[in-house]
Every structure is written in structure tokens, then in C-alpha cells.
């Protein structure tokens, strides 16, 4: 079921009167759904002693979202600056941040070490001398090539850039030690937008077996392990959701097991973006033009600029047509604005048909969709609206201005001469 049939009930019956105040497009995420999923994911974990789910803060980095993850005392999971800049605007701070960049540059560690620090974790061997000052906690992320056939979204781990890998991971922490770290995690991110649960608990057991193996080497124990994010929700109808709770179970008998055999039992983190947020997120559209040529289109209001998906990755995002669900259908591309033919948000998809001025529902916006919205062709990203557990509507992100686009051709001019004259 795409979208949360909560999100149905409770919120489609206001997006009319939504879209009459603020004008399409927007995305409109709720707060409560989110809520109650963060609420479920806390409840599957609960036979692990520590658990915590870090937000990956790229999926959906507004601080108003930020704000609600704070609610469930959740983490953050930062891959840039910016990300960790947003999330100490909300006072995150110290182990309530983690950083996981790939092939760090120097600003970067500085930043993760300011304003109270994070926990660090490392992408790479050669990185353990370039860290200014070595923290008292050092995570690494590990890549175990060849042991794991990867999914089908983020590919094979061989083939990945992420990483130390399984001969190095070892050594990784043996020189951390030696710069002075005292307390360890382990980490690693396989998959993406997996449904089947029992790769994960397949990740949890592989870390956990690696913990073990570490440990007897350098005579250390972890404080966590962290089996990254990549859950998948069902963007398709037809697609049955991932067994949370199974997976919950599975996976803290894992942990019990640990316990049993090494006399204590490490934390358990998560970085779950896309679980968390997704599904609790639609983008609503105007239909604005109807065009027949070889094809029928429908021509929307907003473009790819506020949701790249379906042209990035031919990803499905189901739609509804509001208040039109017993109507006479027909075969449609939902099209963009655009100077590129894959802005389209539906290709050939069976749709009720709807009229100029209907307003179209463009499901599970609420991860990597807003965040990833470009502006090719001058188009400006959309609005983003919560609707709050309190039964408000607010604006969260205004909408882009054509300012906003030519900020940066506003600077002092910097010649340098190289022939001729200036
Ligand atoms: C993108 C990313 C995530 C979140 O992925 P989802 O598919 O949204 O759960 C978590 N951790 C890292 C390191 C990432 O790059």
C-alpha cells in the first residue's frame, strides 16, 4: 500500500482546502504518521538493551522534520556540512550526531569536530592519519565485499566505493588505538529500499560475527553496532510491506545470543531515511494541460524539480487523482515542464480521467524527494508543508524564487590575467 492508508483517511479529505490556501505544487508531510512509525520501529527493538535510529538527515534535511525526530529521541546521520550545520541548528549535538562521509576532505573532519562533535565514522584506512585529532569514539564502516551479493539499488559491495574493507578492518582499528581511541563501533550500509527483512537480520549477524572476531584479535569489546539504513517501503499497490516485526525479533535474538557468549551486550543503531519519512509524504499537484499526440498527456504544475525519482530511476510513485477514485479511466504520461523527456512522473499509467484545475496526488514523497530536486532550466523547488500531530497545516520551506536562482551570479568580480590585457 503506497502512502500510509492513515494518510488517506486523516489528510486527503483537507488537501483541497490545503491547495486553495498555499497553491500547488507542495509536498505535505504529516507529523503524526511519522510519529507512529518511529513509535513501531522503537517497539520491534525493544529486546535490544541500547537501540537508536540516527535519521539520515539527507532524505528530508527541513529542521521542522528534524524537530519531530527529536521527539522520539532519534539520532541524526550526517554525510556533509550542511547536514551537520542543520542538525546543531536543532541542538543535536555529540552522540547524538553521527558522520559517515566517503572520501572526506579536511573541512569535513573539522566540522564534525566543532560545536561538541559526533561520532566518527571513518570510510577509510588512510583516513585514520588525517583525522586532526583522533576522538575518544571511532566507528569504521565496513565493506565486505565479495561475503555479501549487495541489492539490486546500490549494487554489489565489490563494486562500491564505501568502505574498509573485510583484509583491512582489523588493522583499522588497531591503528585508531595506537592514535588514541578508546571506544569502538562498526558499521555498514548495504542496501537500499530492501523489502526483504532478512537481509538485514543477515547484516546484524555479519556485523555481530565481526565484532566477535575483532575483539578476541585486539582484546577490546564495541560500544555498537550500526547495520545502517535502506528499508524499504512498498511504492507499489501490489507490494506487500516490510515484516518490521519479525525482523525486530530476529535480530534481538541475535543480540541475546551475543550477550550470552561474550557477557554483554552491544547497542544497536540504525539510519533508516527513507522508512522513517517516506511513505508520510506526498507531492500535490494542479493538472494544467491535456495533450494528445502519439501518446495522451496530462501536464502538471510542477516538474522534475520537486521529485526526481521517476526520471532519475524510472522509480514508481503511485498516483491518486483527488475525490475522482470511481471515475472512467485512461491511459496517460504525467508530464513536467521540462526541456527533458524523462520529467514525467508516470509513464503510460491507467488514471482516472481528470480535468484542467484536478488535483494530483503523487505518492511516498517523503524521503529523497524535495532533497533532491534540481533546477535545471531555471525551475524552482516547491514549497514543503507538515501537517502537524496538532491539526495544523504549516509552512515548513517556502517555495524557491528566481532570486534565490540568481543569487550566485551576485559577486565581486576576480579576474586573473593570463595573456592580453584585463
Ligand atoms: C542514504 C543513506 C542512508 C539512508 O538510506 P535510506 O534508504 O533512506 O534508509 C543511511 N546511511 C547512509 C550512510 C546513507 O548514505
Redesign the pocket.
Known amino acids: 500500500m503506497p502512502v500510509s492508508a492513515d494518510f488517506k483517511e486523516r489528510i486527503f479529505p483537507h488537501i483541497r482546502k490545503i491547495s486553495n490556501h498555499y497553491q500547488t505544487p507542495f509536498h505535505l508531510y504529516d507529523e503524526q504518521g511519522i510519529l507512529d512509525t518511529g513509535k513501531r520501529l522503537k517497539e520491534a527493538f525493544k529486546g535490544v538493551e541500547v537501540f537508536r535510529e ?1 535519521y ?1 538527515v ?2 528530508l534535511p527541513n529542521p521542522s522534520i528534524l524537530k519531530v525526530m527529536q521527539k522520539m529521541d532519534f539520532g541524526f ?1 550526517c ?1 556533509s556540512i550542511a547536514e551537520l550545520d542543520l542538525s546543531r541548528q536543532i541542538g543535536a549535538t555529540g552522540d547524538d550526531i553521527m558522520f ?1 562521509s ?1 572520501n572526506t576532505g579536511p573541512e569535513e573532519f573539522d566540522a564534525a569536530a566543532a560545536d561538541g562533535g559526533c561520532i566518527l ?1 571513518l570510510d577509510d584506512i588512510s583516513l585514520i592519519g588525517k583525522v586532526p585529532e583522533m576522538p575518544e569514539t571511532i566507528c569504521f ?1 565496513y565493506n565486505p565485499g565479495e561475503r555479501r551479493a549487495g541489492n539490486d539499488i546500490i549494487g554489489t559491495p565489490v563494486e562500491s566505493k ?1 568502505g574498509v574493507s573485510h583484509e583491512q578492518i582489523t588493522d583499522a582499528y588497531r591503528q585508531a588505538m595506537e592514535r588514541g581511541a578508546k571506544k569502538f563501533g562498526l ?1 555498514t ?1 548495504l ?3 530492501e523489502l526483504n527483512y532478512s537481509y538485514m537480520v543477515q547484516t546484524a549477524q555479519m556485523l555481530l560475527g565481526l565484532v566477535e572476531d575483532i575483539s578476541k584479535e585486539l582484546n577490546i569489546s564495541f560500544e555498537f553496532i550500526n547495520i ?5 517501503i512498498p511504492y507499489r499497490p501490489e507490494q506487500d510491506e516490510l515484516d518490521l516485526e519479525s525482523m525486530g525479533a530476529e535480530i534481538s535474538q541475535l543480540f541475546v545470543d551475543f550477550k550470552k557468549k561474550n557477557g554483554y551486550m552491544p547497542g544497536l543503531f540504525m ?6 519519512t ?1 511513505p508520510h509524504g506526498v507531492l500535490v499537484t494542479t493538472v494544467i494541460n491535456h495533450k494528445k499526440i502519439y501518446r495522451d498527456y496530462v501536464g502538471v504544475d510542477a516538474c522534475m524539480s520537486a521529485l526526481m525519482r521517476p526520471g532519475m530511476y524510472d522509480a514508481y510513485h503511485h498516483i491518486d487523482v483527488l475525490d475522482k477514485d470511481n471515475t472512467e479511466t485512461r491511459v496517460v504520461d504525467v508530464a513536467g515542464s521540462l526541456c527533458e523527456n524523462n520529467d514525467k512522473f508516470a509513464v503510460q499509467r491507467e488514471l482516472p480521467i481528470c480535468d484542467e484545475g484536478d488535483l494530483i496526488i503523487i505518492h511516498d514523497t517523503g ?2 524527494g524535495h532533497a533532491m530536486g534540481f533546477n535545471y532550466n531555471g525551475k524552482v523547488r516547491p514549497k514543503e508543508l507538515l501537517f502537524t500531530d496538532a491539526g495544523k497545516v504549516k509552512m515548513i520551506r517556502r517555495e524557491e524564487t528566481l532570486e534565490d536562482l540568481f543569487a550566485t551570479l551576485n559577486f565581486d568580480q576576480d579576474n586573473l590575467k593570463i595573456f592580453g590585457s584585463l
Open positions: 540516527y539520515a539527507k532524505a546521520d554525510s559517515t566517503n565514522n564502516r564505501y558499521h550500509m542496501a537500499s529500499n545502517g539504513g535502506g528499508l524499504g539510519e533508516s531515511g527513507r522508512y522513517i517516506g524521503a529523497h
